[in-house]
């Protein structure tokens, strides 16, 4: 089965500086998604970015950009320009394409709360 | 367009008591799920509805859980007798799509067992 790991319950960053949240994941399959969600304070999800494992390149959105190392199953989040409004939950996700597979669920890490210094 | 949207956005109930979450989808969209969260721990799969099919329940923690939706529209999951165990954060998400690689966050119930 596969597992995601965050293992910064809490992390804390300067307005405009750049702090990186890291995610771990465990699976023996070669094709997935992986996710990056935010859950401000108002408690809805927004996904902020994606990356396909196929893909070597990482993604990038914005200030948001992604470090993919998939033989190290590793998936860590850069916020540049870090802004009060960055302050949320963020939680790391997997989900499988295979057939078999979890089916389009979501797996989730346990989050990384963010807080954001004026 | 209207969001995912989820009633209420807390109870609390006594040990024992019945409660009814409720989730209206994206309208149009076919796979609706749900979610939730024990503090402190991650966030789990619950069960994935195609339209008003259950494609996927596999995470339903036991049989005092039970989701319905009705004519593929709103969802509804509904603990009974709840127990101390059920509190957390049940969150809804819907797709258009089975293999669409974004979902559609409701904004989740906070439910509290005392």
């Known amino acids: 089965a596969q597992t995601v790991t965050q293992s910064q319950p809490e992390m804390s960053v300067q307005e405009a500086e750049t702090v990186t949240l890291s995610c771990t994941y465990d699976?023996?399959?070669?094709?997935?998604?992986l996710f990056w969600y935010k859950q401000p304070p108002s408690r809805q999800m927004i996904l902020v970015i994606r990356?396909?494992?196929?893909?070597?390149q990482n993604a990038t959105e914005n200030r948001f950009s992604v470090n993919f190392q998939k033989a190290a199953k590793s998936f860590s989040l850069k916020i540049s320009d870090s802004q009060l409004g960055d302050a949320a939950m963020y939680f790391c996700?997997?989900?499988?394409?295979?057939?078999?597979?979890?089916?389009?669920?979501?797996?989730f890490g346990k989050g990384t709360k963010l807080s954001v210094k004026p | 367009e209207a969001g995912v949207t989820q009633f209420p956005s807390h109870s609390v109930i006594e040990k024992g008591q019945t409660v009814t979450l409720r989730c209206d989808p994206i309208?149009?969209?076919?796979?609706l799920y749900w979610y939730r969260r024990v503090m402190g721990k991650e966030i789990k799969f619950l069960l994935h509805?195609?339209?008003?099919?259950?494609?996927?329940e596999s995470g339903m923690p036991n049989n005092r859980f039970l989701a319905e939706r009705t004519g593929g529209t709103y969802s509804t999951l509904k603990v009974q007798p709840a127990e101390l165990e059920d509190s957390g954060v049940y969150f809804c998400?819907?797709?258009?799509?089975?293999?669409?690689?974004?979902?559609?966050f409701g904004q989740g119930t906070r439910l509290t067992v005392v």
């Open positions: 990356q396909e494992a196929y893909k070597q």
């Open positions: 996700a997997y989900r499988s394409v295979e057939e078999g597979g979890s089916q389009g669920n979501l797996i």
């Open positions: 509805f195609v339209k008003e099919s259950k494609q996927d």
């Open positions: 699976t023996s399959e070669s094709d997935y998604y």
């Open positions: 309208s149009g969209h076919d796979n």
């Open positions: 998400a819907s797709s258009p799509r089975r293999w669409d690689t974004e979902a559609f």
